[in-house]
């Protein structure tokens, strides 16, 4: 179903709303925005070009799932980068929710999962004295590629139902907001500590990080004072995972 853009701008007055029936990434789109202070928020049907970390595709189904990129602009430095996005985190997760009313797992740093699998993605980047912070979720796919089904899920998949992605964005750019002042009156120690009761993966998990073609196994020791993850390798090291790819083993 097209989105419904005058529903979701009559509830978020003020806000400047950019809808586009399809884009490469809403990221790029927002970049371009953002220079000249032109939006507040980029929403698209469908991504050609949808990106997450590291330069990966997010599978951006047309019409199915939320595609969005939030202009924030906090007084905050780009060394808050690693709270704000477990802040963006902890705000998609209170969206979904109060929409669909499931709880996600947050996988440190950036990803939301449903019995397992993820169905949902940050990207935060600093460009042009404005965060962009892309946020991908898949609402109302009812499949996925091959290459996906075993690690990718939706609300529709784990619920049964459809979601409204009209009232998903309003949540989430409320949402955002929140967590966002919560970051910038109280510093990073309240969102670390919301993060920690929210997460399976903040301690005592046992994983595998991939990061810069390295491998470490072992398990997770809490997070840092700025929102990097301690791990406790095989080894006996206690080291900090500043970036990378963290997958469980069971």
């Known amino acids: 179903m097209p989105f419904d853009l005058e529903s979701v701008q009559a509830a978020l007055p003020g806000r400047r709303i950019r809808w586009f029936a399809r884009v490469g990434s809403t990221m790029d789109e927002a970049a371009r925005l953002?220079?000249?202070?032109?939006?507040?928020?980029?929403?698209?049907?469908?991504?050609?070009?949808?990106?997450?970390?590291?330069?990966?595709?997010?599978?951006?189904?047309?019409?199915?799932?939320?595609?969005?990129?939030?202009?924030?602009?906090?007084?905050?430095?780009?060394?808050?980068?690693?709270?704000?996005?477990?802040?963006?985190?902890?705000?998609?997760?209170?969206?979904?929710?109060?929409?669909?009313?499931?709880?996600?797992?947050?996988?440190?740093?950036?990803?939301?999962?449903?019995?397992?699998?993820?169905?949902?993605?940050?990207?935060?980047?600093?460009?042009?004295?404005?965060?962009?912070?892309?946020?991908?979720?898949n609402v109302n796919h009812t499949r996925f590629p091959v290459e996906l089904t075993h690690q990718a899920t939706s609300l529709h998949l784990v619920s049964g139902r459809c979601h409204s992605r009209e009232r998903l964005l309003i949540e989430l750019v409320r949402a955002a907001e929140s967590f966002t002042r919560m970051l910038v009156e109280g510093g990073p120690r309240p969102v670390l500590e919301m993060f920690r009761r929210a997460s399976s993966f903040a301690r005592g998990r046992r994983v595998r990080v991939e990061a810069q073609g390295a491998a470490l196994v072992g398990v997770t020791d809490d997070l840092d004072s700025t929102g990097f993850l301690w791990l406790r390798t095989d080894d006996g090291d206690r080291v900090l995972i500043r970036s990378g790819g963290v997958r469980p083993l069971e």
């Open 34 to 137: 953002a220079a000249g202070d032109e939006a507040d928020v980029v929403v698209a049907d469908e991504q050609t070009a949808g990106r997450g970390r590291f330069g990966r595709c997010w599978h951006s189904e047309p019409e199915a799932g939320l595609y969005t990129t939030l202009i924030l602009r906090p007084p905050l430095r780009s060394g808050d980068i690693p709270a704000l996005t477990l802040a963006l985190a902890l705000a998609t997760a209170e969206a979904i929710a109060r929409v669909a009313d499931l709880r996600c797992d947050l996988r440190w740093p950036n990803d939301l999962l449903l019995d397992g699998k993820k169905c949902a993605g940050i990207l935060v980047e600093l460009v042009a004295n404005a965060f962009l912070a892309g946020i991908g979720v």
